[in-house]
């Protein structure tokens, strides 16, 4: 009987589980390996000792991320994604401390009541420039002078893109625009639990269901190849043989790609993102409220905790995270209130800084895809996609590196070797 082919898969963000599941699924023998403690990468749930459970993040999915909800749904999970403001997100001014609640499909804005303030005829021909695939400039500039710039575009780039808006990319918020555009794209989804009860979980659980097999605190050292192939990887406790017949996707961050394989070109500017947790009674069911005119953007509470996001927080990644939180709180606690929001006296603050939180993707020509230097190897994770590096960018990478290597239908499927179903060599797992 020939033998399933295998497939070996390093670090599980979500790239990697992405990847892994897609191979599981398509009958390959998986091996997966995790440097961290914990699979999800930048994508976590964060269980401290003695501390209250929150994310890294304030993650949230859109309609227009149809690989990401399709992979919860695989995974038994799509229905613990729930909708926190069906009826538009409560957008509170903390300048003049009024709330608004903005649609975020653009057909939404027939409505006044759902209109972004300052929205005028002046800026259809800027919103469609950006949605159409012409050539890049700075959001920033596009909207220059324009009040919808301050209350609607900003917050919306820093979102999306994780890159002030001086100079983030036009053309790579398009691409998620025009997705967003689509019918059900601007529905909003945040997990009911949290990314780890609601993502990561279900996802390791399926994949052990299938047979595959993960190992955490498993950091890969350096690789080795010959000719064409990559033949063995070296971890910090050992050194795991390549069968003639292994595949390898290395879903990591591009730093790491780059001490992998120095002579890659990969990229090397990132945004950091700060978000501050805070353990008070919350709401039921989960609620987001969005903030302007203030240090924070977003704001997620939860039954016992509220989280709270800076996307592009260049300009305070160093401060002190004492007075972060403080300032952090002093904003979002009206700005709850304002949207009904009913939460308690605020406890225990921690405050999460993720430098590298995503790529920079500013304005200019798309950074090429570094192309794996053996056969039997692809790269996944958010930083190759054209897409905005998030979490759709980063299953959509993954699937499409173990599709490729496992030969279904993928882009690079001419030049990719297909795996012949023959027995992995000896200790070649997790
Ligand atoms: C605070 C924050 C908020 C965000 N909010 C959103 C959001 O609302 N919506 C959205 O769609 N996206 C959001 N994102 C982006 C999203 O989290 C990422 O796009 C996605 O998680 C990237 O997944 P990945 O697998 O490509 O990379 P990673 O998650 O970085 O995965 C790489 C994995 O490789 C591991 N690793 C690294 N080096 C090694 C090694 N040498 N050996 C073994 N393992 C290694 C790492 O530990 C990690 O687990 C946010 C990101 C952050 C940080």
């Known amino acids: 009987m020939r033998e399933r082919p295998r497939l070996h898969v390093v670090g599980a963000g979500v790239a990697g589980l992405a990847a892994a599941l897609a191979a599981a699924r398509a009958g390959a023998q998986v091996s997966l390996y995790e440097g961290a403690p914990q699979a999800g990468g930048r994508c976590r749930t964060v269980s401290p000792p003695g501390g209250f459970s929150h994310d890294n993040g304030t993650h949230a999915l859109l ?9 919860l749904e695989a995974v038994g999970a799509r229905e613990s994604w729930i909708e926190p403001e069906p009826a538009g997100l409560p957008v509170y001014d ?4 009024r709330l608004a609640t903005v649609g975020l499909h653009p057909l939404d804005w027939l409505r006044s009541s759902l209109r972004p303030e300052g929205l005028g005829l002046a800026d259809l021909p800027r919103l469609a420039r950006l949605a159409l695939p012409i050539g890049d400039r700075p959001i920033g500039a596009l909207f220059a002078g324009r009040p919808l710039l301050e209350s609607f575009v900003e917050p919306l780039t820093v979102a999306v893109l994780n890159t002030p808006v001086e100079i983030a990319s036009a053309r790579r918020l398009g691409r998620a625009l025009r997705r967003v555009a689509r019918p059900g794209g601007a529905r909003l989804y945040v997990a009911e639990s949290g ?5 990561v979980a279900p996802a390791l659980a399926t994949l052990e269901r299938l047979g595959a097999r993960a190992a955490t605190g498993a950091r890969l050292r350096g690789v080795e190849g010959q000719g064409e192939r990559l033949t063995a990887l070296a971890f910090a406790d050992r050194t795991v043989p390549l069968g003639p017949s292994d595949g390898v996707v290395l879903a ?18 990132y945004e950091p993102i700060v978000n501050a947790h805070f353990r008070v009674a919350g709401p039921e069911r989960p609620r987001f409220v969005g903030l302007r005119g203030a240090l924070s953007h977003w704001a997620l509470a939860r039954r016992d905790h509220v989280s709270v996001t800076v996307s592009a927080a260049g300009a305070s990644v160093s401060d002190d995270p004492e007075s972060l939180a403080a300032r952090i709180w002093e904003e979002v606690a009206p700005a709850l ?17 993720e430098k590298r939180a995503t790529i920079r993707q500013a304005a200019g020509p798309d950074f090429p895809r570094p192309r794996a230097p053996y ?6 994770g958010d930083w ?4 905005p590096a998030t979490i759709e960018a980063a299953v959509i990478s993954g699937e499409e590196a173990a599709r490729d290597l496992l030969g279904r239908g993928a882009p690079r499927a001419a030049s990719a070797p297909t795996l012949d179903p023959v027995r992995s060599a000896r200790g070649s797992a997790p």
């Open 384 to 387: 190759l996609s054209l897409l």
């Open 252 to 269: 990591l961050p591009p730093a790491e790609i780059g001490r992998l394989f120095p002579a890659l070109a990969v990229p090397e500017d």
């Open 63 to 71: 309609g227009a991320n149809p690989r990401a909800l399709a992979l």
């Open 195 to 199: 990314l780890g009860p609601d993502l």
């Open 94 to 97: 903390a300048a003049t401390g």
């Open 375 to 380: 056969r039997n190897l692809r790269f996944a």
């Open 337 to 353: 209130r304002a949207a009904g929001v009913a939460i308690g006296e605020r406890g225990e603050a921690r405050v999460v800084k």
